[in-house]
């Protein structure tokens, strides 16, 4: 039963505190929001200058007396310190990269100081997860007056498709550890989460390699000896074959570059029906390792390559951001 209850207000306060949070993409601390209570510590040393106190009245010592207001002074600069470490600082987010599901993402969350006549130290960001108050990650992170720092805040991809962020959860016992101030930010943003990686992916099928090949070798001219072909505008000066050349140039023919090997520059397709008997998740993970495989040929061989899926097809292309459009595909490939 206790824990019914305390799960229940657990959640009522969850609901409250998100009312007064909504997601926005920068938010700057205010008393408004944030939150400040006694810490073990600073319970403990409220019952000390109680007592302290109680013995002074009992016994009438002015000393006493003294001691017991001066701790109790600074026991109230602490907590004023403490909540004006957070208030006022900015937090922002910064740019975040796709991963593929089953690795950590990094949050990058900046911290802003540049208004403030003050730095901010002692901050601890906790990524808080929707459904319970688990803390997954605890992060460090401090900033000096005038200027601004990230702190990358590790998160979870546990599955493809968009990733709405956590609310993040900044405290501080700075300086003396007797109060905890905290504050929540939801972030508006969003992160695509790619499919897994296959890491039992077969070799990328490879359809008609052979005759590209074929191709490139009968497009070489007879008399060209391997490794060399005619020299073509935007060659650099390294490339070209300077003795083969001079013999050519004075026999009145185009001088020739060096190509280290013939590299096959035919289509390279990437298809849903290469990956029949699988169920829909994995088989979206095969056809994102072939892509992957894909991208690292294209890297080697110059050779590109396109995705064809049912009713959407992406045209050969090589480069990060092909490859980032076919995993972005596969990753919001049957979501409503």
Known sequence: MAVLLFTGWRRRWRAWS????????????????VYILPSKGGLGYALVVGVLLLAAINEQL???????FLLGGVGLSAMWLTHANLRGLTLSLGTIASVHAGQSLSMPVRLDATKLSRGRFGLVLRANTEDDDTLPSEVPGEVMHGHQSTVLVPLAASQRGWLELPRLRIDTTYP???????????????????????PHAPPLPDSGADGGVRAAVAARPIDMPDGLRPWRRGDTLRSVAWKKSAT???????????????????ECWVEWDQAQGLPLEARLSRLAAWLV??????????????????????EPAQGPQHLQQCLDILATWGAT
């Open 176 to 198: 003396l550890g007797l109060f905890r101030a905290w504050a929540y930010w939801r972030a508006r943003q969003r992160v695509l989460v790619w499919p897994a990686l296959d």
């Open 248 to 266: 050519r140039l004075a026999s009145g023919l185009a001088p020739v570059s060096r190509e280290a090997s013939m590299r096959p520059h035919q």
């Open 62 to 68: 002015n000393l006493a007396y003294a001691l017991a």
């Open 18 to 33: 998100n009312a007064r949070s909504p997601r926005q993409d920068q938010l700057t601390l205010t008393q408004r929001t």
């Open 293 to 314: 495989m894909a991208e690292q040929r294209a890297l080697d061989l110059g050779q590109p390559y396109g995705l064809r899926l049912p009713n959407q097809t992406l």
